[in-house]
């Protein structure tokens, strides 16, 4: 039977279209050779070479994604979470990346992309090295063995970098350096040393006022609402006004002061001088979730830098917060004899009660 020749107007096949990720990634431990910049660069020289090579392809960047100072063991990065977001809903259909550690230094998370939510999804992953990857082009290299000898190899890095860093987290604990992202409220960095902390001119009256407005006789929730009526920026509010791009998982109350947010202060030693670090850690290097540890195993340091309360202050402070001490609902001061008397009989602290 003769070949049925091809009619000259019959429309051309419509050309396969690409609508091109770019997801770039950068922990803070990493060389300045991985920066964000260098790789955008890097992709875009090879996302043209993509272009020359498949004509009859339509290569079109949708966006680019980009996290920094982010670990790529934490899958919950926020530019991630917002690519994968974009491969739910079919606006991206090809994600690229110069190396399959920058998708994710987790084997088992990669695995798991490469091997069943990119495949369920339609999306082709392009890793430009380490390993070379094309999943459109070469389906079956998705499967080899190089894939997770390759995340192996990522992984371990990582566990070994997470390592040395909580080694060297430690050495500048021990030494009484300050090692958090933001000084505690009444401080800031000193811009000569981000590892000792200045008194902050502006803030610590306001710390003074609340170990003076304690010490005095004035509840915890009076103290709260006395600055809140006051206007007195909470420290969460405080800082974010200072241009810091403030978070505290384990912070309460918001934009508003609380009685949590005051006893956490008036227990803080951060006030007197003494440098207390380690509160919390987190489970593993692949597990990033935060558990607070006991007081035993916390870094404490004395003298590491100026006080905001003098130590007659703090020590009538601590003493008073072990009474079992509660205002009367209209008042904001405590009672003279609150958290002193105690039955005669079950020892148990006297508080006042309708009956």
Known sequence: ???????????????????????????????????IENQNKTLDDYIGRLKEADPAGEYRVVDLYRDEDCTGTDSMRPDFQRLLRDLGTRRVNCVVVTDLSRLSRNTSESLYYLQSLFVALNVRFISMQLPHLDSFLEPDQMYSIEVPMQGVMNE?????????????????????????????????????????????????????????????????IGIAKRLNELGIPSPSVYKKAKGLNYYNPHASGGSLW?????????????????????????????????????????????????????????DKVQKLLKRDTRAAPSNREVYLFSGLLRCADCQKAMHRSKV
């Open 1 to 35: 039977m003769p070949r049925k020749r091809r009619n000259s107007f019959d429309p051309p096949s419509p050309k396969r279209v690409w609508n091109l990720a770019k997801y770039v990634r950068k922990s803070s431990e990493e060389e300045d050779g991985r920066s």
């Open 258 to 314: 609380t009685a949590r947010v005051i006893a956490s202060m008036l227990q803080n030693e951060m006030y007197i001088g003494t440098m207390v670090q380690g509160r919390y850690r987190v489970k593993s290097y692949k597990v990033h979730a935060q558990v607070t540890t006991p007081p035993q195993e916390w870094f404490c340091k004395e003298g590491t830098h100026a006080p905001v309360i003098d130590r007659d202050t703090w």
């Open 156 to 220: 371990e890095h990582c566990k070994s970098t997470s390592i040395k860093v909580r080694q060297r987290f430690e050495t500048l604990r021990r030494n009484g350096d300050f090692i958090g992202a933001f000084a505690p409220y009444g401080y800031r960095k000193d811009p000569a040393d981000y590892h000792h902390l200045l008194i902050d001119e502006e803030a610590a009256p306001v710390v003074r006022r609340i170990f003076d407005w304690y010490a005095a006789g004035m509840s915890k």
